[in-house]
């Protein structure tokens, strides 16, 4: 079966230390992947994508992120976090069709 | 350019009754799809169309729930018969073709609640 799981479901952080947000896909075929963010009460945003081309993704805002595929996985990190990154973050998988599959969603708080 | 936008962005409604709601997505972008965004069920697929089609109903939940999208732009979501388990909100999103390598550009959501 096809999934995705996101290992946590709150992260907290320190402003300026590093993010680390888990994400861990199931496919018999070869997935895209794709990090979004979801602020309070806004849509979701697309902070980087990955479709089989390099296997490190640089999104906006200084977010990364690794395709691992022995590890089947995509975390999402970034080196120093900002009060504007608290927010919820989900992992989305897609293998060969249209179909987003969504992780639970990580919700990251940056404590001052 | 504009981006997906999504109307009323708050509905409270009655139960047994119906609502509609609307999507207007990217201009040009042929594939739209809806999602249901509540507690303790995540993000859920439920309708895909591309173009005036929608191929792919099966995330529908039941047969209370419909959709339609015309002249390949304007799609609205029809819930009748409202029930407090329809509470969520619904998100709409667009592409510019159906494949996996395309990016959804999804729009605010429209919160409904149902009383």
């Known amino acids: 079966a096809q999934s995705v799981t996101q290992l946590d479901s709150h992260v907290s952080v320190s402003e300026g230390t590093p993010v680390l947000l888990r994400c861990n896909y199931s496919s018999s075929y070869s997935p895209s992947l794709f990090w979004y963010v979801q602020h309070p009460n806004k849509g979701l945003q697309l902070l980087l994508k990955?479709?089989?081309?390099?296997?490190l993704v640089k999104g906006i805002n200084g977010f990364e992120a690794e395709f691992k595929k022995s590890e089947t996985s995509f975390h999402l990190t970034k080196p120093s976090a900002h009060m504007s990154d608290a927010a919820e973050y989900f992992c989305v998988f897609t293998s060969g069709t249209y179909k987003y599959i969504f992780g639970t969603g990580t919700r990251l708080k940056v404590l001052a | 350019g504009a981006g997906v936008s999504q109307s009323p962005s708050n509905k409270v409604t009655e139960k047994g009754k119906d609502v509609e709601l609307r999507c207007d997505p990217i201009s040009g972008h042929t594939a739209l799809y809806w999602y249901r965004q509540s507690l303790g069920q995540g993000l859920e697929f439920l309708i895909y169309f591309q173009g005036n089609s929608a191929p792919d109903k099966s995330g529908l939940p039941s047969d209370r729930f419909s959709a339609e999208r015309t002249g390949g732009s304007v799609s609205t979501l029809t819930i009748q018969r409202t029930q407090q388990e329809d509470s969520a909100v619904y998100l709409c999103a667009s592409s510019p073709e159906g494949g996996d390598s395309y990016e959804q550009y999804f729009g605010p959501g429209t919160r409904l609640t149902v009383t």
């Open positions: 990955y479709t089989s081309a390099a296997t």
